[in-house]
Every structure is written in C-alpha cells, then in structure tokens.
C-alpha cells in the first residue's frame, strides 16, 4: 500500500511541475524516477509497483526522505529537527 502512496503522489508531483517540491519530497520522486518512469501512455503497473516496493521495504524511501529533510532544516534561519525513522515490514 505504502508504494503505491508513493507512486501516486509522484505522479502527482510530476503532473504539477514546474511547481517544485520541497527538498525531501522531491528528492523521494528522484528516486522513484530511478526505477520508474513518469507519466506516459496506459501500462501494465504491476513491474512499477514491485520497484517502489522494493524502495519502500529495503528503507531507501526513508532514508532518502529523512536525509533530505535533515538537510533543509540544517539550512540558515531553519530550526533543527532531529529526524526519526524506522521502516519495518
């Protein structure tokens, strides 16, 4: 289920560009878009949906999300947060 959030607001983001994510949601779609292509014509989505899955259960989603947002809030002005994520399936 969780994949299939993450492909859907993907394509979501993609539909809205040139609007541009926030630092960590966008750097989630670039690593989607590493394995998955965008929008295009109709598919078969099952090969996609495995690939996200295998993002989201080996971690990297997470990862990625919370280095990303740990990056922006280490940004000047910005108040730190200290991230917390644990994936387990």
Do not use: K, N, Q
């Amino acid at each position: 289920m969780l994949a299939i959030e993450v492909m859907t607001g993907c394509r979501a983001l993609d539909l809205r560009a040139p609007l541009a994510p926030a630092r960590a949601t966008g750097a989630v779609r670039d690593l989607v878009r590493t394995r998955v292509v965008g929008p295009g014509p109709d598919r078969f989505v099952s090969p996609d949906i495995e690939a996200v899955t295998d993002l989201v259960a080996s971690g990297a989603v997470a990862r990625v999300a919370v280095s990303h947002a740990a990056a922006a809030d280490a940004a000047p002005g910005r108040t730190s947060v200290t991230p917390t994520a644990t994936v387990s399936i």
